[in-house]
């Protein structure tokens, strides 16, 4: 056992001396400033981009650290980011190589971890096909739908996470399995739900010791317990995609699946790429809408005169008559900046989609070697003072008296969130009715400091989680209760008849 760890150690140390030797070869210029970590494992985890904001206050708008053989770099402005990421985007699209991922989690098989290069290209043809503003357009006869039966059953629940979260993911579901999740697919929902964890958690800075010291990748399983761990979770959802992906094939109903199948770009995939093109598009789209939501309910309670405001516009454009709809989006300029400031208060991705670097540049007098983990800090960028001032506070009329603001939310350059234009769409039917047909307050039994300590991510990893709170939602008067009531009565509920407009509207299909 000592022989063991000697022998890592002495391999591990001889690692780092070659690559601080070939560094040296490549460049005469600096790395970025940054802090000297004497003991990495002391950075808290949780909240890392709070650590990378003190880094940025200290060492500048664009800082380095070395953990073993990694270079980190963190981008702390939009125009460092617009900079690298945007205009020197074949440098700096591919998304973090890191060997759990890759080799356990996702097994080149997730596009997400996918290299910048042509595999990953034609699964982002096919997402941006289904994500089109063309294609969110036809969806939003589905997202009408649903949107009304989650209104409809915060009539009876407070627990809006579990109505935000049936909300996103029956939608997600539907265009992408051609149904709701049921009883059936609940394990398999469950599976995609943990694999969303694993990614992004493992996207994490410095989850994995394994990405620090890639060496250690050699030890025997018997020492290396993640391999198990991230092979477990690849099978699991990798038999959740393609149970979901056989059952979609056999629907009457259209569906992303069935759709997928008769697209030239998908020509040369195999059922197992399919899945995990469709798979990823159900996980990437509801965790991510629906943590926003839960985003917009915190906001609401710990700013009520910015809710009050929108429901102002909302009376007044909308009226008490009916349900605000697509049409109203337009002359609801309060109401889209209320979300835009969701978005920018807590982004989703605080510290964005990490890249690596796939060949050594050079930047502002530094050298940024290749393989370098690059992240585009969004927290700093978004509580950037010279930008936004009084950056803290959720305030939705700056997006009214600014609206060329930069919205680092959805991303840079060619890895950008290829769903925004579903998620805005998704998002503004959801939050203008939610605002329009109830009061969120806090429940008595809970208080305004309970709120506040709730009013931060809970989780390991990139995604901004806020961890279980309690609001009350009180229906604004009878008459929005009667609208609630009336408009699910009325909706739409013919599933086939939805999905089947969407195919028509959407798309014009070359069988192969
Ligand atoms: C509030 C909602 C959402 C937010 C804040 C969000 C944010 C993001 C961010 C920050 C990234 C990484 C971008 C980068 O590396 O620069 C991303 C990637 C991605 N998003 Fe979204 N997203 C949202 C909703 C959606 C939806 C609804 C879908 C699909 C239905 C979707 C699909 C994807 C996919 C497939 C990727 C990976 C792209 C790639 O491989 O490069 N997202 N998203």
């Given amino acids: 056992m000592a022989f063991i760890g000697l022998s890592c150690l002495v391999t591990i140390t001889l690692y780092i001396c070659y690559k601080l030797l070939v560094r040296s070869n490549r460049s005469t210029l600096p790395l970025p400033p940054g802090p000297t970590l004497l003991n990495p494992g002391a950075i808290p985890q949780k909240e890392i981009w709070l650590t990378f904001r003190k880094w940025h206050k200290e060492h500048g708008p664009i ?267 337009d002359k609801l300029p309060y109401v889209n900046a209320f979300i835009s400031e969701v978005l920018r208060w807590r982004p989703m991705a605080p510290a964005g989609g990490p890249r690596t670097l796939s060949e050594d540049d050079e930047y502002m007098g530094y050298f940024l070697p290749a393989g370098a983990t690059i992240i585009a800090n969004q927290w700093e960028m978004d509580m950037d003072e010279s930008i936004f001032e009084d950056a803290p506070s959720f305030k939705p009329e700056r997006w009214i008296q600014n609206p060329d603001l930069p919205l680092s939310a959805f991303g840079f350059g060619r890895r950008i969130c290829p769903g925004q234009h579903f998620a805005r769409s998704s998002l503004f039917i959801a939050i203008a009715r939610m605002l329009w047909a109830y009061d969120i307050d806090c429940p008595v039994t809970s208080t305004l400091e309970d709120v506040k300590a709730a009013d931060r991510s809970e989780t390991f990893g990139v995604i901004y989680t806020l961890p279980p709170f309690e609001a009350s939602f009180r229906v604004r008067s009878p008459e929005h209760q009667q609208v609630i009531e009336q408009g699910w009565q009325m909706a739409n509920k013919d599933y086939n008849d939805l999905l089947k407009t969407i195919g028509h509207d959407a798309f014009t299909p070359t069988k192969r």
């Fill in 63 to 329: 800082v380095s650290l070395k953990l073993g053989v990694q270079t980190i770099i963190i981008l702390g402005s939009h125009r460092i980011a617009r900079d690298l990421l945007d205009k020197r985007g074949s440098l700096y699209s591919t998304h973090l190589q890191s060997v759990y991922v890759n080799k356990y989690i996702a097994k080149g098989l997730q596009p997400v971890f996918m290299q910048y290069g042509p595999e990953w290209k034609l699964h982002r043809r096919l997402h941006t096909t289904f994500l089109s503003p063309q294609s969110t357009r036809a969806c939003q006869a589905l997202l009408d739908t649903q949107s009304k039966k989650t209104l409809h059953s915060l009539l009876s629940t407070n627990d809006f996470g579990s109505c935000f979260h049936n909300y996103v993911s029956n939608v997600m579901f539907n265009l992408a399995y051609g149904k709701d999740v049921g009883e059936e697919n609940k394990n398999d929902q469950e599976h995609m739900d943990k694999m969303f964890e694993s990614l992004t958690s493992a996207a994490s800075v410095m989850t994995f010791v394994v990405d620090i010291f890639p060496i250690l990748d050699r030890l025997p399983r018997l020492f290396s317990r993640w391999k198990g761990k991230g092979e477990a979770s690849h099978n699991n959802v990798k038999n959740a995609f393609i149970k979901c992906i056989q059952s979609a094939l056999q629907q009457d109903t259209w569906n992303w699946s069935k759709e997928a199948f008769s697209k030239k770009e998908s020509k040369d995939f195999s059922l197992e790429q399919l899945a995990f093109s469709i798979g990823e598009l159900y996980i990437a789209g509801s965790h991510t809408t629906d943590s926003t939501l839960r985003i917009a309910v915190m906001a609401s309670l710990l700013y009520p005169d910015a809710m009050r405001q929108a429901q102002r516009e909302l009376d007044q454009v909308v009226g008490s008559q009916r349900l605000p709809s697509f049409e109203d989006q």
